[in-house]
């Protein structure tokens, strides 16, 4: 190559920032679900935190009454509203009524950022073990019933009991973050980063999502074992 090859080839690029993450402090986040203990938890902690938050039910009066308990400015409506008024939506809800909820959502979703953090488990008299849905994952399943949706799955390794005390100021926990593009990846963590003590890395892809939901039968295990509330920290990031 000669020096004026050199000179007209053009500089790479440097390598983005993977901690400079977007302003989401505008964003509406609905919590489908939000009447159960994980996304009353979420709802409670992102409203805590300034975000404007939704809660969504089956029952809008369940909603709005859940609502008026956590305060923090957060409405409580129906999950078809809660969906259509949301930027971002975080699916909460039980896993036996995962596929028929997001389903029934389809057309109010379009669009939508939507985080899942549902876990497929089942129990029995040895505690918790994990249930592999046909699509791999809540995740999978959710993109696979919602495709005009951007589809992400993170939140599941947050204890529940931690999140709704007003005595905890920080939840000491880094979340997984998955999804297929940078952008929406990089929304979700930021809005992790949000709570105080929490932080959003990214995990890989919706494939790698089954792994990341049924870790929580192992966090189940170690919090009878230990009367915990465990959660993650990934070391040299």
């Known amino acids: 190559m000669t020096s004026t090859d050199s000179a007209q080839t053009p500089a790479k690029a440097p390598a983005k920032d993977p901690w400079d993450l977007p302003d989401v402090s505008g964003y509406v986040v609905g919590v489908l679900g939000g009447t159960g203990p994980q996304g009353k938890g979420l709802a409670y902690r992102l409203a805590r935190a300034g975000q404007k938050v939704i809660i969504g039910s089956r029952s809008a009066e369940r909603a709005q009454a859940a609502a008026d308990e956590l305060g923090h400015g957060v409405e409580g409506a129906d999950n078809a509203e809660t969906a259509r008024r949301s930027d971002i939506v975080i699916v909460a809800v039980p896993w036996e009524g995962h596929g028929d909820t997001l389903a029934a959502l389809r057309a109010d979703l379009s669009g939508k950022l939507v985080v899942d953090c549902v876990n497929p488990l089942g129990f029995d008299k040895q505690g918790a073990y994990a249930?592999?849905?046909?699509?791999?994952?809540?995740?999978?399943?959710?993109?696979?019933?919602?495709?005009?949706?951007?589809?992400?799955?993170?939140?599941h390794h947050l204890s529940a009991v931690l999140l709704q005390d007003p005595e905890t100021d920080e939840i000491d926990t880094d979340v997984m973050v998955l999804g297929e593009q940078r952008a929406d990846v990089e929304i979700v963590q930021a809005l992790a980063g949000r709570i105080p003590g929490m932080r959003g890395i990214f995990a890989g892809r919706l494939r790698n999502a089954h792994q990341v939901e049924s870790l929580v039968a192992n966090l189940i295990s170690v919090n009878r074992r230990y009367k915990a509330h465990a959660g993650l920290r990934v070391t040299d990031v």
């Open 131 to 155: 249930l592999k849905p046909e699509e791999g994952s809540a995740a999978e399943q959710a993109a696979a019933l919602l495709p005009d949706s951007r589809v992400t799955a993170a939140f």
